[in-house]
């Protein structure tokens, strides 16, 4: 009678044991497989993260082409510039050619008038006056020929631009404010430019 509550508790015993047995292997599988899907999820994260080599050299080279073009573009830009400034120098240098051949030429010119208003008495003066106003009249031929003509003065109202007032006189009917009244040397005008201009009296 004392064998049979032994037999019985061995086989509960045997039972008890596999079923913890059973539950330890469900646990480990189950703490194995956890490491498992948090592995995937983090190379999913990496791929999405990852640039591709190959592409970020493409868009390098992409920047490095712009910077380029916007550089070539900047130099044609600057070179047209440089063309039409040296177009425009060069346009001024041929239009007022001889300028400073021409104002040089303007003191004999004033010699000749000085001259020329000197009296001839006698006959010789009057021959040398003679050929003085010949050598006059081809020296203002040469220079209009050449662009060169008189500042229009007397009379005419005071332009600072081609007048240089060195006196002035009280204005009155004749003369009113601002107008020239008497010329004390002629100006001149090189085509559009002032050559020198004329010494004048102005009334105020």
Not at 46 to 73: E, R, W, Y
Not at 164 to 192: C, I, M
């Amino acid at each position: 009678m004392a064998k049979e509550p032994t037999s019985a508790t061995a086989t509960e015993q045997a039972t008890a044991e596999s079923t913890a047995a059973s539950q330890a292997a469900t646990s480990n599988d189950s703490a194995t497989a956890k490491p498992t899907t948090s592995a995937t999820d983090d190379q999913a994260t990496n791929a999405k993260t990852t640039v591709d080599p190959k592409d970020q050299q493409l868009a390098d080279l992409q920047k490095q082409v712009d910077q380029k073009d916007d550089q070539m573009l900047r130099a044609q830009a600057e070179l047209v510039n440089m063309q039409n400034r040296f177009k425009k120098e060069q346009a001024s240098i041929i239009k007022y050619d001889g300028q400073s051949l021409a104002k040089d030429v303007l003191p004999v010119l004033d010699n000749l008038e000085r001259a020329l208003a000197t009296d001839a008495d006698d006959d010789a003066a009057k021959q040398l006056k003679k050929g003085v106003e010949m050598v006059y009249g081809h020296l203002q031929e040469a220079l209009k020929k050449h662009s060169v003509t008189e500042v229009a003065a007397a009379g005419e109202t005071f332009d600072p631009t081609i007048h240089q007032a060195v006196q002035t006189v009280p204005a009155t009917d004749e003369h009113p404010a601002d107008t020239v009244v008497q010329v004390l040397q002629k100006g001149y005008l090189f085509k559009d430019r002032t050559l020198r201009p004329a010494m004048v009296v102005v009334a105020q």
